[in-house]
């Protein structure tokens, strides 16, 4: 639970307060005079010699031995002042969040003005640790017998400040929805096929629904089946799992307009099909429905945060296994949007179940759309790890998510987008489309084949198989899901203010 406080931090009994230390000050002020004074000058002395250093990122913690009640001082060092920023900020707090884990708190308090500068205010250095201290400090609770010690929580978060209490609550607040969202969109993405199937999915996006007063629409196979849904269905065919097609719709504005089309792939777990995937490919398949948690945790955020505008959120939600009954390449399908499709790769099947799910999303009255997929491994062969890949018809568009991306500090680079490529995902010799025009520029060819079903309104993919998980722990979490994009699509949903002409 958080507190905000304008009193002296140095009075409160909490087991540690959370100091800022920025590198080389000319003199201590605030804060860090008074607790210069506690310890008789020793602050000064101790940061002089090293022992207490404030190098971006160091943490030391010292003892205050009956010199205060706050039992234990963490000095967290930000670097230099001038080369402060925002995203800088979050990852010292989420870095810092992880030592104070190990601690085996139950309660702590931090001294809020010690982090602000000109790049952060008192409003954003709440944000920011809130934020971060909650994406730093998650866990996934594994399977093992002999599992974790049972986990300490930090029950109550002091903040101290001399900012107005009010102003500085709904900061952390904000901080603290975006960064529960994002644990719950990496919870989604952790857990083993067995135990998030379709079902369970959609189960979860009906709950969250009800909790946020969203309206909730779950079409189950038959009713895929009745609207025919026949792109959806071929992936879903081989699997002794029914598929879902979740629908959130989330309304801020008086009248249904202007609404934002959020399209998660929600590929429970990806086989490849009868294109199997090699052994080591089919490992971390789990994780294919990095989309659907990506668009879930933001419907999070934006049910908590409540922003005056429209969204509807569309999952196609199924695994792509093999049986007899499995799709084959050279098979031709009938999708939603009546476009037929020859199968050429029953392992690019991301593409199909958005393609449904984005005409579906345009039945529902999407003006403008951004679909998040884990689509394609080529988009990791473009651009590594750890940026997401995003294709576009409309610049306004691209640069409003964007914006969101930057402030959040989850890179986006763009692909292009040609007529060439319209004309290869459009060569088939007995179909519309192909699902897969050949390995040269795959990524590019996964969004563009999504485009054919956008058609004419406002559009950006995003390509987040690179980025949907981590191989190491960072600062802002473990090694595992990330929940990238789920920040950055709440983020753009409350900041949006195109209109359409
Ligand atoms: N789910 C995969 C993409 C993927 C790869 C996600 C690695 C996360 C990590 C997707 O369905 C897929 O198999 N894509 C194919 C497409 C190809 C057959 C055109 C790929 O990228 O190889
Ligand atoms: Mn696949
Ligand atoms: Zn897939």
Redesign the pocket.
């Known amino acids: 639970m958080l507190k905000i406080l304008n009193g002296n931090p140095f009075e409160s009994n909490e087991e540690c307060l959370i100091v800022g230390l920025f590198e080389k000050p000319e003199k201590f002020t605030g804060i860090l005079e008074q607790l210069d004074d506690i310890f008789d000058g020793e602050l000064t002395e101790l940061v002089k010699s090293g022992d207490i250093s404030a190098k971006y990122k160091s943490v030391n913690i010292i003892h205050s031995l009956g010199k205060s009640n706050v039992k234990r001082i963490v000095f967290v060092g930000l670097g230099k002042e001038k080369d402060a920023s925002y995203t800088k900020l979050k990852d010292v707090f989420g870095s810092a969040s992880k030592k104070l884990v190990g601690m085996r708190l139950s309660n702590l308090a931090i001294a809020l003005d010690t982090f602000v500068s000109e790049k952060a205010s008192e409003d954003e250095a709440a944000l920011a640790f809130s934020e971060a201290y909650i994406m730093g400090s998650y866990r996934f609770q594994d399977y093992k017998q002999k599992s974790n010690e049972p986990e300490i929580k930090i029950e109550t978060i002091k903040i101290f400040t001399n900012a107005s209490e009010d102003e500085i609550k709904l900061a952390a607040e904000v901080g603290s929805f975006y960064g529960e969202g994002t644990n719950s969109a990496r919870t989604l993405v952790n857990l083993p096929g067995n135990m998030l199937k379709a079902s369970d999915l959609a189960q979860y996006a009906k709950t969250l629904g009800e909790k946020h007063s969203f309206e909730v629409e779950i079409l189950n196979k038959d009713e895929i089946e009745k609207l025919g849904m026949g792109a959806f269905l071929a992936v879903n065919q081989g699997s002794s799992e029914p598929p879902y097609m979740i629908v959130l719709k989330y309304q801020g504005k008086d009248e249904w307009k202007d609404v934002i089309g959020l399209v998660g792939?929600g590929?429970t777990f990806?086989t490849?099909g009868y294109?199997i995937?090699p052994k080591d490919?089919i490992v971390?398949?789990k994780?294919?429905m990095?989309g659907a948690a990506a668009v879930l945790g933001a419907m999070e955020i934006i049910g908590n945060l409540r922003p005056k505008q429209n969204v509807v959120a569309v999952i196609p939600t199924t695994d792509?296994m093999i049986s007899g009954n499995a799709f084959k390449p050279d098979d031709v399908i009938t999708s939603f949007s009546g476009k037929t499709i020859e199968v050429l790769?029953t392992?690019?099947?991301?593409?199909l179940v958005l393609a449904d799910a984005i005409t579906y999303a345009k039945h529902h009255g999407a003006d403008y759309l951004v679909d998040v997929?884990?689509?394609?491994?080529?988009?990791?062969v473009a651009l590594g790890l750890d940026k997401t890949g995003a294709l576009t018809n409309d610049e306004a568009l691209f640069e409003k998510v964007l914006e969101a991306s930057s402030e959040v500090g989850e890179f986006i680079w763009r692909l292009p987008y040609t007529e060439k490529d319209k004309e290869r995902v459009r060569s088939s010799k007995v179909a519309d489309l192909n699902?897969?025009?050949?390995?040269e520029g795959?990524?590019i060819?996964?969004g563009a084949f999504i485009g054919e079903f956008v058609e004419d309104t406002p559009w950006v993919h995003l390509d987040i198989?690179?980025t949907?998980?981590i191989n190491a722990d960072h600062d802002l979490g473990p090694a595992g899901a990330t929940g990238v994009m789920a920040r950055t699509l709440a983020l753009f949903v409350e900041n949006f203010d195109l209109e359409k002409e």
């Open positions: 792939k590929i990806d490849g294109s995937k490919g971390g398949m994780t294919d990095g792509n790769n392992d690019a099947e991301g593409r997929a884990t689509l394609t491994g080529g988009v990791i699902n897969s025009p050949g390995r795959h990524a060819m996964g198989a690179g949907a998980t």
